[in-house]
């Protein structure tokens, strides 16, 4: 381990929050859903290039209401990571869980997606297949999605390719987990030219979720490993959500993010 890691580790939490979230033995996008959602059935590809394994994405039943589930998985051995390209995501990826997006609203079902990825795969062929378009295109769809959406980050959310699958009504975040723009060792490159510095880049960056939650940034930090609890919460968040007529969950979105920040 790096020296830079190890003093972070003794001297900063907030960097400790980023490294425990990459950690081994972490529960990942699969494990959630099979706890969440029941009779879960996988969709593939993206219509346009092929099928993103970093991506799941499918439909099943949260407490008897039919969702449309999508999520982002890293994998839990070598072999699976190698699988699931580390949680990081192609452009099909993104498309794929557009593509569900808006399968979801024609047929009025609510969109609860888990967010677990350090960022989109920056890759020269993800490039030429358009990343940043489409991570772009996720964000303008989601924010008139006409139906509801909620997200969980329940390991790394960075960057924008965890942005494109967090546009949503209701962000929630496990407790240990972390959101950023950026992850702390791209920060502390971009600022000083020195990844050693990433845990002051990573208490600036204010990354964890009770920091997040100060700014109005999300809307809820869920408790680590009470997938029970979280099913109950999301089962009854989504009716609240389903309750609003398109118009007024679209005007909500929009005041939320207006907000977004301010406290």
Same mark, same amino acid.
């Given at each position: 381990?790096?020296?830079?890691?190890?003093?972070?580790?003794?001297?900063?939490?907030?960097?400790?929050?980023?490294?425990?979230?990459?950690?081994?033995?972490?529960?990942?996008?699969?494990?959630?859903?099979?706890?969440?959602?029941?009779?879960?059935?996988?969709?593939?590809?993206?219509?346009?290039?092929?099928?993103?394994?970093?991506?799941?994405?499918?439909?099943?039943?949260?407490?008897?209401?039919?969702?449309?589930?999508?999520?982002?998985?890293?994998?839990?051995?070598?072999?699976?990571?190698?699988?699931?390209?580390?949680?990081?995501?192609h452009p099909e990826g993104y498309r794929k869980?557009?593509?569900?997006?808006?399968?979801?609203?024609?047929?009025?079902?609510?969109?609860?997606?888990?967010?677990?990825?350090?960022?989109?795969?920056? #890759?020269?062929? /993800?490039?030429?297949?358009?990343?940043?378009?489409?991570?772009?295109?996720? @964000?303008? +769809? *989601? !924010?008139?999605?006409?139906?509801?959406?909620?997200?969980?980050?329940?390991?790394?959310?960075?960057?924008?390719?965890?942005?494109?699958?967090?546009?949503?009504?209701?962000?929630?975040?496990?407790?240990?987990?972390?959101?950023?723009?950026?992850?702390?060792?791209?920060?502390?490159?971009?600022?000083?030219?020195?990844?050693?510095?990433?845990?002051?880049?990573?208490?600036?960056?204010?990354?964890?979720?009770?920091?997040?939650?100060?700014?109005?940034?999300?809307?809820?930090?869920?408790?680590? #490993?009470?997938? /029970?609890?979280?099913?109950?919460?999301?089962?009854?968040?989504?009716?609240? @959500?389903? +309750? *609003? !007529?398109?118009?007024?969950?679209?005007?909500?979105?929009?005041?939320?993010?207006?907000?977004?920040?301010?406290?």
């Open positions: 381990m790096n020296g830079y890691i190890k003093k972070a580790i003794k001297t900063n939490e907030d960097y400790s929050v980023v490294l425990g979230a990459r950690s081994d033995g972490r529960l990942t996008t699969s494990d959630y859903i099979n706890a969440v959602v029941s009779d879960f059935t996988e969709f593939h590809g993206d219509r346009y290039y092929g099928d993103d394994k970093a991506v799941i994405a499918g439909i099943g039943y949260l407490k008897g209401m039919p969702v449309t589930v999508i999520g982002i998985e890293k994998g839990k051995n070598t072999e699976d990571r190698i699988y699931r390209n580390f949680g990081s995501a869980a557009l593509r569900l997006m808006k399968q979801a609203e024609k047929f009025s079902r609510p969109v609860l997606c888990f967010v677990d990825t350090a960022g989109a795969f920056c #890759g020269i062929d /993800a490039e030429e297949r358009g990343q940043g378009r489409a991570i772009a295109d996720n @964000l303008a +769809e *989601m !924010s008139a999605l006409g139906t509801p959406v909620i997200s969980v980050v329940i390991g790394e959310g960075g960057s924008g390719g965890a942005l494109a699958l967090c546009h949503a009504d209701r962000l929630w975040m496990i407790e240990d987990a972390y959101f950023s723009v950026v992850s702390p060792e791209s920060c502390a490159n971009i600022l000083w030219k020195d990844t050693g510095r990433a845990d002051e880049a990573a208490k600036a960056l204010c990354l964890t979720a009770p920091k997040l939650m100060n700014l109005g940034l999300i809307d809820r930090i869920c408790k680590k #490993g009470d997938l /029970a609890g979280l099913a109950d919460s999301l089962s009854e968040e989504f009716k609240s @959500l389903n +309750e *609003m !007529s398109k118009e007024e969950l679209l005007e909500a979105r929009y005041m939320r993010f207006r907000k977004a920040g301010y406290r």
